[in-house]
């Protein structure tokens, strides 16, 4: 397995060469740091099915929360928010919230009260009510006047790199709240569930203009390592400068990613990770055990949304733009699960090498194809026969059918993926 994983790894770095040599370093560049981001992003992936066994389908809603904090953390500070009456009505609004949330924690629990029945039922929805038009008739307002005056919040100002932490943090936090409702559910159920929570989340940022700008998009977002400007204002050529920046940019995505693995590795081979292997295989002779289920589950949940949340967080730094309309389902969730099922559920590198082959497929099949499609439309026009029509959105449309020949192949040959999951087992 080592040999064939080399090898692998080998390949991939050929092929990563050529496309250097056919698409020029700036390209070959810029697509590798997307690439690192996204291997941190399946490794979070492979840690929910490949170690849990826990279907999420909603990956996009992590990365749109991800790309959110590192916004709101690195962007610079609107001063015209702060010298206005929003901070003001914002800390109204959020004493609001917690006071809707303790109400609705006293209904949960009035049965301590003696309220029993139906009545409890009854008390816990008017609380809910009771607390939605408190929490809005502050909230409102307030982002009337932010978006009036100050346009939105804007950030914080401090280093991306907190950004990249925070977005860890914020995708933990509803990672829980999804965990505690939806981790209860069968496998299928699990995947709509999630799905629709990827789409409410999606909703929220899009529509909330006075915190995240919604459709207008936020730039540009300050990169944590220095940018090709900054060399370029020591003197430097811009060719070379865009090289350094964007090699200092993917050293660091590498440390990262670098870290991630290591410590899921070390966790994993581990009793902790032969804990999760049982309760993955049959959750119903680990509960038997003793094994708090729910539990683990909940806690492999959390860990593997923290680093699409760090990941989703990188790409927008790369980027410098938070455009919440640009967050698609085949991009952000479906092409993160093929990267997965070809590169082998279950084992780290296969997660990572499942990401940079997928990622360099996806973005080099449609200048390829494009290039060919001209080469035989200029060949079928000097012959007398007709052009290819609409050769760029041919070009585009044959990502897709791209990206299906090589899972075809990938499950025709490998269909626990090509570098699949190893478990030592002690005779």
Aim: charged share 15%.
């Amino acid at each position: 397995m080592i040999r064939r994983s080399l090898s692998l790894f080998a390949g991939l770095f050929a092929m990563i060469l050529l496309v250097g040599w056919l698409m020029g370093i700036p390209f070959t560049s810029s697509r590798l740091v997307e690439a690192t981001a996204y291997a941190l992003i399946a490794l979070g992936l492979n840690i929910q099915w490949g170690y849990g066994g826990l279907f999420n389908f909603g990956i996009m809603g992590f990365l749109m929360l991800g790309g959110f904090a590192v916004t709101f953390i690195s962007y610079p500070i609107n001063a015209s928010f702060w010298d206005s009456e929003g901070p003001w009505m914002l800390l109204r609004a959020a004493i609001a919230f917690g006071a809707g949330a303790m109400l609705v924690y006293g209904a949960r629990h009035s049965d301590r009260l003696g309220v029993r029945g139906k009545w409890c039922g009854f008390v816990i929805v008017l609380a809910w009510f009771v607390a939605y038009c408190v929490y809005r008739s502050q909230i409102d307002p307030a982002a009337a006047y932010i978006e009036e005056t100050a346009g939105f919040v804007g950030g914080l100002g401090i280093n991306p790199v907190f950004g990249w932490l925070f977005g860890g943090v914020l995708a933990a936090g509803v990672a829980w709240i999804v965990g505690k409702i939806a981790l209860g559910l069968r496998t299928d159920y699990l995947a709509i569930a999630t799905i629709g929570i990827s789409e409410i989340i999606r909703a929220l940022i899009k529509n909330m203009d006075w915190l995240t700008r919604g459709t207008l998009t936020v730039s540009p977002i300050p990169w944590p390592t220095p940018l090709p400007q900054d060399y370029q204002a020591g003197g430097m050529e811009s060719l070379d400068a865009l090289i350094l920046a964007r090699g200092g940019y993917l050293a660091l995505a590498l440390v990262v990613l670098a870290a991630a693995i290591w410590l899921v590795s070390r966790a994993y081979a581990g009793p902790w990770g032969r804990m999760m292997r049982s309760i993955r295989d049959n959750h119903i002779a680990a509960a038997s055990m003793g094994k708090d289920v729910k539990s683990r589950q909940l806690e492999i949940f959390i860990l593997g949304s923290v680093l699409m949340g760090i990941g989703g967080a990188m790409l927008v730094s790369f980027t410098q733009i938070f455009d919440p309309t640009s967050y698609q389902p085949i991009n952000h969730t479906f092409l993160i699960w093929v990267m997965i099922i070809v590169g082998g559920s279950g084992n780290n590198w296969g997660a990572v090498f499942g990401a940079v082959l997928i990622w360099m497929v996806w973005v080099v099949s449609e200048p390829l194809s494009k290039a060919i499609f001209e080469m035989v439309s200029y060949w079928s026009t000097s012959v007398g026969w007709l052009e290819i029509p609409d050769i760029e959105s041919r070009s585009a449309q044959m990502r897709v059918f791209v990206l299906g020949l090589v899972i075809t192949i990938a499950l025709r040959y490998a269909p626990k993926g090509l570098i699949p999951e190893v478990v030592r087992r002690d005779k």
